[in-house]
């Protein structure tokens, strides 16, 4: 495969909903996608001879609390480094973002948490903190 280019943009609700199918998550509908994605602090996907292979994107409020939501690379562009390069500039960006006391989180996939140890990310629960929960409607 050639060279992939990482840009600062979204991808629009029916690629998102692409990468996540092609990853074995659900689609989902379109129009909550668009209030989702353009609500987002910063999104980076990865192009392959103008298609997308890849997305990421950073919510939360802008001032605390930081997520890294959807990190999706597409399975047969996967282990070309496209998730390390883009998770690289996602950290590079909340290093202009995040202050003192700052947060940032993320859910990893199954068997995802040493990719993520990489970049300095700890599991939970440890001796500090309890077990992250969720809750999906």
Not at 11 to 30: C, D, H, I, Q, T
Request: with cysteine; proline share 4%.
């Amino acid at each position: 495969m050639g060279n992939y280019v990482l840009t600062e943009q979204l991808p629009s609700p029916e690629v998102f909903n692409r990468l996540r199918s092609a990853v074995g998550w659900p689609k989902l509908n379109e129009k909550l996608l668009e209030k989702a994605l353009n609500d987002s602090i910063f999104s980076i996907c990865a192009l392959l001879e103008n298609r997308t292979i890849g997305m990421g994107r950073i919510i939360g409020d802008g001032a605390l609390y930081f997520y890294i939501q959807d990190l999706i690379v597409l399975p047969e562009c996967q282990g070309m480094g496209v998730g390390s390069a883009m998770l690289q500039r996602l950290m590079e960006l909340l290093e202009t973002k995040t202050s003192e006391g700052s947060f940032v989180g993320l859910m990893a996939a199954r068997e995802s948490e040493a990719f993520y140890k990489k970049f300095g990310f700890i599991e939970r629960p440890n001796g500090h903190f309890g077990p992250g929960m969720c809750k999906y409607k």
